[in-house]
């Protein structure tokens, strides 16, 4: 009989992309069942003050959460963790992870716990991926935070593009052919791998196969890896069909 994980999900207010993404990626898994549970904090407008303000009702978000009774919980924002006012710069993705499961063992509970800036860079570190081009939809002042973030953990940035689309429900509007124009003009020299989105909110999943065989890279985005490392916390095969290489990582291991 299949393994049945509820995950809970806590989300900016206008982002729809990750709950749809997500629920996509894990049901191709042939070992487990998946069902999923969102909290949501207030956030329109992708900009400092309003991502500092929206982390702000995280503890509230955690308490709602934990009433579900998940098995693992993904902070589904990248760029939230890495704002002035917030953000203490390198490792705060674990800072924000040991801060929610803290929370939770305080009621007694003890879900797995990822955010979407911590699941990119285990992802990488996990799959020996060091060089990347990234795809942002921010606008370049926090794309130049996540650039910043990624290399302070040791993660080269070899080459980005951000689409400077500030209205967060506009950013899951994001037609595919821009996503795929913007990577097409990206210096890859060098690089090990393409995140097409590093944002959960800018949607790049039905892209991902295309994109791998034009660019003749690993590629990935942030909900990618959101669900690789959700199954790595679980202890479950790391095996999606038509997710990138990434996601099949043990394809022998669950066949």
């Known amino acids: 009989m299949n393994q049945h994980h509820r995950i809970g999900l806590v989300v900016p207010s206008s982002n729809v992309t990750v709950e749809t993404e997500m629920p996509a990626l894990l049901q191709r898994h042939r070992h487990a069942t998946f069902s999923f549970h969102t909290t949501r904090m207030r956030m329109h407008t992708v900009s400092p003050e309003e991502l500092r303000a929206m982390n702000g009702q995280r503890e509230r978000c955690v308490d709602e959460i934990g009433d579900a009774g998940v098995d693992a919980i993904l902070y ?51 799959s020996g991926l060091t060089r990347v081009g990234l795809v942002m939809p921010y606008l370049r002042p926090l794309a130049e935070l996540v650039v910043a973030y990624l290399e302070a953990e040791g993660i080269v940035v070899t080459d980005w593009r951000a689409l400077e689309v500030a209205d967060n429900a506009e950013v899951g509007c994001i037609p595919g052919d821009r996503v795929l124009e913007a990577a097409r003009s990206l210096d890859l020299t060098g690089a090990d791998a393409l995140v097409l989105s590093a944002c959960v909110q800018m949607p790049s999943l039905p892209l991902i196969q295309a994109a791998e065989a034009e660019f003749a890279l690993p590629v990935l985005s942030a909900a990618t890896a959101g669900a690789f490392t959700l199954l790595d916390r679980l202890g479950l095969p790391i095996d999606l069909p038509d997710a990138g290489r990434l996601l099949t990582r043990d394809a022998k291991v669950g066949a």
Do not use: F, K
């Open 76 to 126: 589904a924002c990248l760029v939230a963790l890495m704002v002035p006012g917030h953000s203490d710069g390198v490792g705060e993705h674990e800072r924000t992870e040991e801060a929610v499961a803290a929370q939770l063992a305080d009621r007694g509970l003890a879900p797995h716990v990822t955010s979407s800036a911590g699941a990119l860079v285990h992802t990488l570190r996990a």
